[in-house]
């Protein structure tokens, strides 16, 4: 995408920005994952912030349809104990 | 029609292991009654629980995939409910053909066909660019 001959003038909309920023993708799309299964919860505390939040999908790139399965997925783990509920920040 | 559920549920950790034996054997007779199969059961055994229930900080895990009809949902979660070693239980649809899953592929596709086409563009657009790039330092 980037010009790499300096001498030539910037052109297009894109080649305005000076910083490159890695563009995010949707983890589950990537692996083709149809169901997100509550049951592995080690993969679902990524997406949870230390206090047990969840994760917006603007931070972490997840597409909508996932978004939804996910945030279906933890409150479920959460029912059964696999992880915690929202908690304060100590300290 | 027969449709693939999960149950799934947390027992008293203190319950002796028949009462564990009893409860899974009250779900299974209650699928074969109604003409279910049972496809797999999984006991995870003791757990450390993520939060303390009942005074408990600790849980049996068991996990039971099942093939049935929808109608049978409510006979199990009321047996489930009745007994008071089961702290926690969950029963959820786990089919493939789901509405959410089938929204799925048809993304996937789309996503495969739009990104086969943007690679043909972009093809066409460098081409352009450098011909561009040559006509600027003539």
């Known amino acids: 995408m980037s010009n790499q001959n300096s001498s030539s003038a910037p052109s297009g909309r894109y080649q305005k920005k000076f910083y490159f920023s890695r563009r995010k993708y949707c983890i589950f799309c990537k692996d083709k994952i149809k169901l997100i299964d509550y049951k592995n919860y080690k993969m679902l505390e990524n997406f949870t912030l230390e206090t047990g939040k969840i994760l917006p999908a603007r931070v972490t790139g997840t597409c909508s349809l996932h978004q939804k399965q996910l945030s279906k997925a933890i409150k479920r783990a959460r029912h059964m104990a696999f992880i915690k509920f929202v908690e304060p920040k100590r300290g | ?138």
């Not at chain 2, 047996?79 to 089938?102: G, H």
């Open chain 2, 1 to 138: 029609m027969n449709r693939h559920y999960e149950i799934g549920f947390v027992i008293d950790p203190e319950a002796a292991e028949e009462d564990v034996k009893k409860v899974i054997d009250s779900v299974v007779e209650i699928v074969k009654k109604a003409n279910g199969n049972i496809e797999n059961v999984d006991e995870w055994g003791r757990r450390r629980l993520a939060y303390s229930i009942h005074g408990h900080h600790e849980g049996i895990y068991t996990f039971i995939t099942v093939n049935m009809k929808g109608a049978v949902f409510f006979e199990i979660e009321r047996r489930l409910k009745l007994n008071e070693k089961v702290m926690r239980f969950i029963i959820n649809r786990l089919d493939d053909k789901m509405k959410k899953a089938n929204r799925l592929t048809k993304k996937w596709k789309r996503m495969e066909r739009l990104s086969k086409r943007t690679a043909e563009e972009d093809t066409i657009e460098a081409e352009i660019s450098d011909e561009k790039e040559e006509e600027d330092h003539e």
